[in-house]
C-alpha cells in the first residue's frame, strides 16, 4: 500500500509539473486532473494507457469479453444488473457489491444483501447509472490494438452479459459531489471519494432484464408452483370471491385447505398476491437460487431454515394447523399482532421483528422484540398486507408472497446506515455544587426566582445527588457507547415473501 500510495504521489507531483509550465489560469481543474489521472496511468497501470476513451475521458481494462453471443447492452433499453467495487486511486475501497470485499476491510454486515446493482439502462437517456458507468454500457469500448492482441480480444468491444471491466474514471463522469456507501455498502472506514477526485470501477454485467414486471411475476409464480402449488382464479365464481370464501371459511369441510393447493390469490381480483394458509412454523420452502454467502449465517442455509423453525417453535409454541383454529377472521378493521419473518426470493431475510430469529441473523443477544400492531383499513403496511391480513384468523401462521407491486415497486426502498454516540456520565456531589452555584449568580438567593430555584436546588438536587454519591470527592469520569444500525435495501421490482405470526385476540 505504501508503494501505491508513493507512486499516487509522484503522479500528482508529475501531473503540478505540467500544470507549472503554462501560464496562471490557462489550466483548468479539469485539465489538471486529467494531467493528474495519465500521469497516475502511466506510471502504475502503461499497458492501458492506450485504452483511453474519448468520450468521457476514461481509460479501460477489459478483464472479461463476456457471451459473445449475446445481445450488447446498448442494443436496447433494459434493466442491468451488475456487481461493483470502487475504489479511490490508493486502492482504498469506497463503495462495494462483494460480500468478500465488504469483509476484508470490515464493513460486511449481515444487514447487507451483497446482491447486483439493478439500474435502468434506457440507450440514449442516461437515467440512473453513474455517467462513466453507462458511457461504458452505450459505448464501443476501444483497445489498444497490442493490448487486444496479448489478451485474444478485438479491438472494440461493446459490454453484454458476462464482460467484466475496471474503469479509470476522472471525476468529471463519476459525481459532483463524490461518492459514499450507504446501507450496508461502505467500503473502508474514514474512506469516501471526495468531489473532483478520480474513481476506479470494477463491474460485471450479471443480468440483463427487458421487461421486469414479466419477470419477478414468473419468479413468483415458480415460487409458489415449486412450493405446494398454485390456485389458479376460478374467474366464472365471481360471486363466490377469495375474499369472502376465505374470510368466513371455518374447518367444517368446505374450507379451502384441502384442495390440493398451497397457495392462493388472497383476492381474486389483485393479481400475484398469494397467500399460504397451510404454512406453519416448522415448515421451510425451496428456494430456486438460494442466497450465495461463504460466511454464517447463509453458509449453512439448511441449518439456517433448521435453526429458525426450533426457534420459531420455542418461541410461539406447536400449532396445530389453520384446521384447528376456531377463531374470527382479522377482516379489514381488526386489529392484528403481527410478528413476521420478510425475505427474498433467495431466502435472505431482510428483517424480521423476532427476537429469536434476529439472534440468529444479526447477533442481536439482547433484542426483545415487539409484535407490529396493524389494523388494516387503517393501512401503513405494504399493499400485500393489506389485502392478505383481513382473510387470517387470529392465531394463525401464514405465508404472504407477493410481486413488487404490492410491495416497495419500481424504486424498491434505500438502505440505510446510521451511527449514533451516547455519553454516560458518571456524576459526583461536585456537579450539584456546580449547579447551585450557577443558580445563585445567575438568579440571586432572594426574590421569587431565587426563592424558587434554590428550593429547586437544594431539595431536589442536593438530594439527587447526595442519595446517590453522597460527599464524595470523587469522578469517575463518563462511557461512551455507540450504535451502529443498518437498515436492509430493497432493489428495485423485487419479489418478497413473509412469513407471519398473528397473536390469538384478546379477550374482551
Known amino acids: 500500500m505504501d508503494r501505491i500510495l508513493r507512486r499516487t504521489c509522484a503522479a500528482a507531483a ?24 495519465d500521469a497516475w496511468m502511466r506510471l502504475n497501470r502503461p499497458e492501458l494507457v ?21 445481445k450488447p447492452i446498448n442494443d436496447t433499453a ?62 464501443p469500448l476501444e483497445l489498444d490494438a497490442a ?34 456507501g450507504s446501507g450496508g455498502y461502505e467500503g473502508q472506514q474514514g474512506y469516501e471519494l471526495k468531489s473532483g477526485c478520480p474513481f476506479v470501477v470494477t463491474m460485471e454485467i450479471t443480468d440483463t432484464v427487458k421487461n421486469p414486471l414479466q419477470r419477478e411475476g414468473s419468479e413468483v409464480d415458480d415460487f409458489a408452483e415449486k412450493n405446494g402449488g398454485l390456485k389458479p382464479v376460478d374467474t366464472g365464481k365471481t360471486d363466490r370471491s377469495a375474499w369472502r370464501r376465505l374470510r368466513g371459511a371455518r374447518a367444517d369441510g368446505d374450507t379451502p385447505y384441502d384442495d390440493g393447493y398451497a397457495w392462493r390469490n388472497a383476492v381474486d381480483s389483485i393479481p400475484q398476491v398469494y397467500v399460504n394458509l397451510t404454512y406453519g412454523p416448522t415448515d421451510t420452502y425451496d428456494y430456486p437460487h438460494v442466497y450465495p454467502s461463504i460466511y454464517a449465517p447463509y453458509s449453512d442455509f439448511a441449518k439456517l431454515e433448521k435453526d429458525i423453525c426450533d426457534t420459531l417453535v420455542n418461541r410461539f409454541g406447536a400449532y396445530a394447523g389453520v384446521r384447528s383454529l376456531d377463531s ?89 446506515t446510521s451511527t449514533s454516540s451516547t455519553r454516560s456520565n458518571t456524576q459526583n456531589y461536585y456537579d450539584y455544587l456546580n449547579y447551585y452555584a450557577y443558580m445563585n449568580s445567575y438568579y440571586g438567593s432572594g426574590g421569587y426566582y431565587g426563592g424558587y430555584y434554590n428550593n429547586y436546588y437544594n431539595n431536589y438536587l442536593y438530594g439527587q445527588y447526595s442519595g446517590l454519591y453522597g460527599n464524595s470527592n470523587g469522578n469517575t469520569g463518563s462511557t461512551e457507547t455507540t450504535v451502529t444500525k443498518v437498515s436492509t435495501e430493497i432493489p428495485p421490482f423485487s419479489p418478497l415473501l413473509f412469513q407471519i405470526y398473528i397473536e390469538p385476540a384478546e379477550e374482551e
Not at 500544470?19 to 486532473?33: D, F, L, N, P, R
Not at 451488475?82 to 482504498?92: C, E, K, Q, V
Not at 468491444?157 to 463519476?174: E, I, N, Q
Open 14 to 37: 508529475a501531473a503540478l509539473a505540467l500544470a507549472a509550465c503554462a501560464k496562471e489560469g490557462e489550466i483548468s481543474y479539469t485539465e489538471q486532473e486529467k494531467l493528474a489521472l
Open 328 to 416: 374470527d377472521s382479522v377482516t379489514l378493521d381488526g386489529k392484528a399482532k403481527i410478528w413476521y419473518i420478510g425475505r427474498f426470493l433467495d431466502g435472505f431475510i431482510f428483517d424480521s421483528n423476532i427476537p429469536g430469529v434476529r439472534r440468529l441473523i444479526y447477533g442481536d443477544a439482547e433484542a426483545k422484540g415487539e409484535a407490529i400492531e396493524y389494523t388494516p383499513s387503517d393501512g401503513g403496511m405494504i399493499e400485500a398486507w393489506y389485502y392478505s391480513v383481513p382473510i387470517l384468523r387470529y392465531g394463525q401462521w401464514a405465508s404472504i408472497l407477493t410481486t413488487s407491486t404490492n410491495a416497495y415497486g419500481s424504486q424498491g426502498q434505500s438502505g440505510t
Open 147 to 180: 493490448y487486444a492482441e496479448s489478451r485474444g480480444f478485438p479491438t472494440e468491444v461493446l459490454m453484454r452479459y458476462g464482460t467484466k471491466v475496471t474503469l479509470y474514471m476522472p471525476s468529471t463522469v463519476v459525481s459532483s459531489g463524490g461518492v459514499s
Open 78 to 139: 433494459c434493466w442491468v444488473r451488475f456487481t461493483f467495487t470502487g475504489r479511490n486511486l490508493g486502492g482504498d475501497i469506497v463503495l462495494t457489491r462483494s460480500e468478500t470485499d465488504a469483509r476484508q476491510v470490515g464493513t460486511y454486515t449481515p444487514f447487507t444483501h451483497y446482491v447486483p446493482y439493478f439500474k435502468y439502462y434506457a440507450g440514449e437517456i442516461n437515467t440512473q447509472l453513474m455517467e462513466g458507468t453507462y458511457l461504458a454500457m452505450r459505448n
Open 50 to 70: 492506450g485504452n483511453y476513451q474519448q468520450q468521457g475521458g476514461y481509460y479501460v481494462d477489459v478483464e472479461k469479453l463476456g457471451a459473445v453471443d449475446s
